[in-house]
């Protein structure tokens, strides 16, 4: 199942609903894009809902991390949110849960842009 992405808009934090499986190739690139889009129009707050996200391999790892540093150096935040198990344990695996800032329901995460 290939990578699909929705964009919103919630008080003004972009929240990018993924679902499928980010992975090298098709699904590393839509997410990069997606987000390098979002902060070409000035987007600042970035939320990625990943409630639906089913797999992420190593360079599917490395877009989310890419995805922060890029963030970070054009003054914008990404923030994830509704990690399933599996992301959850591969984040905490390689340390990149201290990383990023993770939120379990959406309300939070968008007041934590507040």
């Known amino acids: 199942m290939a990578l699909t992405i929705a964009s919103r ?3 003004g934090v972009a929240v990018l609903d993924l679902s499928g499986r980010i992975t090298l190739g098709e699904g590393s690139v839509q997410l990069r894009d997606a987000i390098r889009e979002l902060i070409s129009k000035g987007r600042k707050n970035i939320l990625l809902n990943m409630g639906e996200v089913n797999y992420i391999d190593s360079s599917g790892l490395g877009e989310l991390v890419s ?10 935040g990404v923030k994830l949110l509704s990690l399933t198990k ?3 344990d ?17 309300a939070s995460g968008i007041a934590s842009f507040k």
Do not use: M, P, S
């Open 9 to 11: 808009e919630v008080d």
């Open 67 to 76: 995805a922060y540093t890029t963030a970070r150096n054009q003054g914008a």
């Open 86 to 88: 599996k992301v959850h």
């Open 90 to 106: 591969l984040l905490q695996l390689t340390k990149l849960y201290t990383v990023f800032d993770i939120y379990d329901d959406e």
